[in-house]
């Protein structure tokens, strides 16, 4: 596949398709004789987890050592466990918070919806006693 294609397919720009592959997220994308990049469905495999990764907020640095010792082979799963499971204690500190957040917003909202209804009833119930 092209880089457009990959990006049509993945939803990236070709800048950001470039970047991951210049600092190493997207291991040897192979290329033609006239060096234009062809990317396998294997790439697009690490495409979508670089994307799915970022997308959650996993740092850019942790994932290069991820995918460094990937190419090391086997010998490396418990490291890049490791890897993982630091990102995802880092990721589930962070719903944590944000679950925190969603729940002060809910109740600030809440709290002007009831003060937002009364005012209205105080105005009508002033309007009505006018009449």
Not at 38 to 64: N, P
Request: aromatic share 8%; charged share 30%.
């Amino acid at each position: 596949m092209t880089i457009a294609e990959v990006c049509k397919k993945v939803g990236l720009t070709p800048d950001t398709l470039r970047y991951y592959e210049r600092i190493g997220l997207i291991p040897n994308v192979s290329r033609t004789a006239g060096g234009i990049r062809s990317y396998t469905e294997y790439d697009c495999g690490w495409i979508e987890f670089i994307k799915c990764m970022r997308g959650a907020g996993v740092q850019v640095e942790a994932l290069i050592e991820y995918v460094k010792l990937f190419q090391q082979g086997d010998s490396t799963a418990s490291e890049r466990k490791q890897i993982l499971i630091r990102e995802r204690d880092r990721i589930a500190e962070q719903l944590l918070e944000m679950q925190n957040t969603l729940e002060r917003l809910n109740f600030k909202i809440e709290k002007y919806e009831t003060d937002l209804r009364n005012a209205e009833k105080e105005l009508q119930s002033i309007t009505n006693s006018k009449e």
